[in-house]
């Protein structure tokens, strides 16, 4: 039987707090304080995150062998959404939450490829 390893578990754990954050974020702060956090490119960015972070927990879930590339570009993703949340302002609990996450992704992309 599969079983993630214990730095799986954490990296899909910070994925799945990721994907929350941004998703609350988006939905509740910004759709209510308008102007640049409705921007449309700001608001997708948002939602990209949200998607790469759950397609990389269930690939990790799965024990899918393309979640090392997944993980790749879901650290690109979320250090690019921390980014765009920081230069906007009001958003520091998603900002934490992408940097993490990108953090743990990264690991486990580079761990992937180490092997």
């Not at 910004?30 to 409705?38: D, F, I, P, R, S």
């Not at 921007?39 to 990209?48: A, I, S, V, Y």
């Amino acid at each position: 039987m599969y079983t993630p390893t214990k730095e799986m578990k954490s990296c899909m754990a910070a994925c799945d707090l990721c994907s929350a954050t941004c998703l609350q974020t988006a939905m509740h702060h910004c759709l209510e304080v308008g102007g640049k956090h409705t921007e449309p490119q700001h608001f997708r960015l948002m939602m990209t995150c949200v998607e790469v972070c759950r397609a990389s927990a269930a690939l990790m879930l799965i024990g899918s062998p393309s979640h090392p590339m997944q993980c790749d570009l879901c650290a690109k993703v979320c250090e690019e959404c921390a980014t765009d949340c920081e230069r906007i302002g009001g958003m520091d609990e998603c900002v934490a939450a992408c940097r993490a996450c990108a953090r743990e992704c990264r690991q486990m992309a580079s761990r992937a490829i180490a092997a």
